[in-house]
């Protein structure tokens, strides 16, 4: 009964937290209650790797949720992957996961000789591991020593995406390209510079080898020491019919260059050439170059 009305009485300083046996312990109900953060818990294997199939294994708990293998010592040219068991040490299949010092998701670990020592690889442990394991798939030479790291603690994964020729452009991640230098002749007062009419589907170069991955826009670079005007022609035709789909200002003056860019047209035209248009000065240096780009 006196449970009930403490329950029942909305001013109370403390509530019932706890039963012991027939005894009950009340605690402050102060606001903030105090947070209690628990310590990442570690686990590590050390060994050897000297061979070809020489591995290093260590067993795995839900508790972890993070793999990261290094190479404390030694001077080891072999490389090494990142293994994992479902069923307690039977079978296993390859991790994918990233070095720190590598811009891309990797499943291996390349070492060399004596810059083996500190090369580390550190990946998400699977969900139903029993275990993980990092064995020596190809062996060149030497020997180190192998540091097999759990943690409790979860590594945020960067997100990589690899970008082929023919791909779109993500960001300002940006495929490559084939270069054209157009000219390097200095043009005269009030003269104008034609360029040669480029092909986007007749590009040279591997990257642009078939229909699927011809290049898919253009850009254009105009530097001289006097002011110029620069005009980008297009055509679906090979110039049966010609548009004039850009003309710059008059050029920027960037230090002691002037200098107008077409910074990657859209492909809607097949076939682009652009002309250098002078004013009544005539300029000492004179580079157009033209770029094919691959999305």
């Known amino acids: 009964m006196a449970i009930d009305n403490a329950l029942k009485n909305p001013v109370v300083t403390s509530i019932l937290a706890a039963k012991s046996g027939d005894d009950f312990v009340a605690v402050s109900s102060s606001n903030p209650l105090p947070v209690i953060t628990k310590p990442e818990a570690i686990s590590i294997a050390t060994g050897t790797i000297s061979a070809l199939n020489d591995f290093v294994v260590i067993p795995v708990t839900s508790e972890f949720k993070t793999v990261s293998i290094s190479c404390s010592s030694g001077n080891l040219a072999a490389t090494i992957r990142i293994f994992f068991s479902l069923d307690g040490g039977t079978t296993y299949s390859k991790v994918i996961g990233r070095q720190p010092d590598v811009n891309s998701s990797v499943s291996e670990l390349v070492v060399i000789g004596a810059s083996a020592p500190g090369k580390a690889i550190e990946c998400a442990i699977p969900i139903g591991a029993t275990h993980i394991r990092a064995a020596c798939a190809l062996y060149t030479s030497g020997s180190s020593g192998i540091r097999l790291i759990l943690s409790s603690t979860p590594k945020v994964q960067q997100q990589i995406v690899a970008l082929d020729a023919s791909d779109n452009r993500l960001g300002y991640v940006a495929a490559s390209g084939i270069t054209y230098t157009d000219t390097t002749t200095s043009l005269g007062s009030s003269a ?25 826009a253009i850009s254009i670079c105009v530097i001289q020491d006097v002011a110029f005007t620069l005009q980008l022609l297009g055509s679906t035709d090979n110039f ?35 002309k250098i248009v002078n004013g009544a000065s005539a300029a000492a240096r004179t580079r157009g170059v033209s770029k094919f780009l691959a999305n």
Do not use: C, M
């Not at 480029?198 to 898919?216: E, N, P, Q």
């Not at 003056?253 to 050439?273: I, M, P, T």
């Open 192 to 216: 104008t510079f034609t360029s040669t009419v480029r092909d986007l589907a007749g590009a040279t170069g591997s990257g642009f080898s078939t229909a699927t991955s011809y290049a898919k």
């Open 240 to 274: 049966g019919a010609v548009s004039e789909i850009y003309r710059s200002i008059p050029a920027t003056l960037v230090g002691s260059n002037y200098v107008a860019e077409v910074d990657a047209h859209s492909s809607a035209w097949r076939y682009f050439q652009y």
